[in-house]
C-alpha cells in the first residue's frame, strides 16, 4: 500500500522560506512520480511542480520557478520542496501526491497525501 506522508508546512511572513517533506512508502517499481500540489480556499486544486523518480526530473508551474525547488533523498525515500521568496498567493494546503499516470494532471496521481498548512503573511 503506497502512503505519502507530508511535514513542513506553518506561518511565514512575505520573503520568508519553508521546505516540505513527503515521506513515501510502498512503491513497488521506480517508474513513479511524485507531485506537489496546492488548493487556496475557495480554489481548485492546482499542480505546482512534479518529480520523476526515474530519471530524477522536475517541472514546476511559471508561478513559482526559479522560487521553488524539489529534491529527493532515496536512501530516505522522501522527496522535498524548498520553498523561497514566498508570496502570499502561495498560501493554501499543499498535498504531496504520487502515481503512474500522467504527472502533468491530477488524474495521473492516484494516492495522496493528508495535506499540510502554508500560510504565508503580508
Known amino acids: 500500500e503506497v502512503q505519502l506522508v507530508e511535514s513542513g508546512g506553518g506561518l511565514v511572513q512575505a520573503g520568508g522560506s519553508l521546505r516540505l517533506s513527503c515521506a513515501a512508502s510502498?512503491?513497488?517499481?521506480?517508474?513513479?512520480?511524485i507531485g506537489w500540489f496546492r488548493q487556496a480556499p475557495g480554489k481548485e486544486r492546482e499542480g505546482v511542480s512534479c518529480?520523476?523518480?526515474?530519471?530524477?526530473?522536475?517541472m514546476y508551474q511559471d508561478s513559482v520557478k526559479g522560487r521553488f525547488t524539489m529534491s529527493s533523498d532515496t536512501a530516505k525515500n522522501t522527496v522535498y520542496l524548498q520553498m523561497t521568496n514566498l508570496r502570499p498567493e502561495d498560501t493554501g494546503t499543499y498535498y504531496c501526491a504520487g502515481g503512474y499516470g500522467d504527472k502533468y494532471s491530477k488524474s495521473g496521481y492516484l494516492y495522496w497525501g493528508q495535506g499540510t498548512q502554508v500560510t504565508v503573511s503580508s
Open positions: 510502498g512503491f513497488t517499481s521506480d517508474d513513479y512520480a
Open positions: 518529480f520523476t523518480r526515474s530519471d530524477g526530473t522536475t
